[in-house]
């Protein structure tokens, strides 16, 4: 039976995510002093009130496993910040999706390192209380969620077709991580057609990952928010 807490096998987990962390910090900061090759965003742009009635929130992987000391030691708002913004979202009446790792013993096409690790640390295994949601992100009885195997929920029909029956236009994302399955849900969304933002200070990883993604991508793929302008942005009191 796994234990989730078992010191080794954290350990071994954020050995994982220490080693992304040095190897896309690297890739960044080679790459700083370049020109970007995204469109820069206007400044001065007057920023455009939230329609709730077109807009979804999409919660990724906010689990027990994935809340390593790697990730809340640098994020120790990221909580608080969730909770706030789910609870203007419900005020609103903006859907709410929730999206879970379940460990898949048949998810068998990773590349063969992390296929290893994959089927060792057996992440989100459901059970267990690694699987389990932070009490920030617990869903209502009204708010579905959804488990997927791999990185993107996309990549379920039934994930799509509920993104699709909302009727929204506006995917707003937030999460854990913000270099993997947060990324991988932007990027779908994005794909598929939606206009994606991501709350910025309600996604998480390891700082260097997190940066990384934020400064690829902003206003590329994806636009940022924090949550507290998200919340003046759907009351329409935006400065």
Known sequence: ???????????????????????????????????????????????????????????????QDFW????????????????????????AGIPVLHVRTAYDPQQQNFPDKFQQTHDELRLCDPGTSGYEPLACAVARAEERVFEKGNFDPFSLDTFRT???????????VCGLYTDVCVLSTALSAFNSGYRVTLIEDCCASTPATHEFVIQRFRDFIFATLGHEEFGRRIAGTSS
Request: aromatic residues 6%.
């Open 162 to 172: 509920a993104v699709a029956d909302s009727g929204a236009k506006n995917v707003y």
């Open 68 to 91: 390593i000391p790697e990730v809340s030691g640098s994020s120790p708002d990221f909580p608080s910040n969730l909770s706030n913004l789910l609870a203007v979202c419900r005020s």
């Open 1 to 63: 039976m796994r234990h989730a807490s078992s010191p080794p096998r954290a350990h071994r987990f954020g050995l994982v995510a220490l080693i992304t962390a040095v190897l896309l910090s690297v890739t960044y900061f080679a790459n700083s002093d370049r020109e970007p090759e995204k469109p820069v965003s206007e400044t001065n742009a007057t920023p455009q009130r939230i329609a709730a009635n077109e807009s979804i929130l999409i919660v990724v992987d906010v689990q």
